[in-house]
């Protein structure tokens, strides 16, 4: 199972040049805790950054710096770490806790932005496939007993 299939596709996005005050405006009105910053190219947007609610309290708010003063380009990372969406979930956590994320844009062959995956979104996959490992060891204790009999 690749990436593609358990990332979100619905990704929120904006620029560099974005203030800082309309990225927490725009993070509060889709309910999410990153926005990917993205350059838009001929082939569609190609993730360049991501900034999360946090990085906003840290960079910004608790060095007292006035929000308006700040674009998410001057606070994102210096780098970013992505997905394919033909990963497989256990590379990608192994790559998120080596990079130290949470959050992971995924793209396409060509860099382009086609989802995002969290840590959430891989714990419940796991969660998932662990349900169904438990439910094969029930089902083949159940045949045994009636066979058994």
Excluded: F, Y
């Amino acid at each position: 199972m690749g990436l593609g299939e358990i990332c979100n596709r619905v990704v929120v996005v904006t620029t560099r040049n974005t203030g800082v005050g309309e990225a927490a405006r725009l993070m509060r009105e889709h309910h999410v805790g990153s926005l990917v910053i993205v350059d838009e190219t001929a082939l569609g947007r190609k993730p360049v950054g991501i900034v999360t609610d946090r990085d906003i309290v840290i960079e910004v708010v608790a060095a007292g710096v006035a929000p308006a003063a700040v674009t998410v380009g001057e606070i994102m990372g210096p780098t970013l770490a992505t997905a394919r969406e033909t990963d497989e979930p256990w590379d990608t956590i192994k790559r998120m806790r080596a990079k130290g994320v949470r959050r992971m844009p995924v793209v396409n062959g060509d860099g382009v932005l086609v989802g995002i995956v969290t840590v959430d979104d891989l714990v419940e996959t796991i969660a998932e496939q662990l349900d169904g490992l438990v439910r094969v060891i029930g089902q083949e204790q159940a045949r045994e007993a009636r066979t058994r009999r």
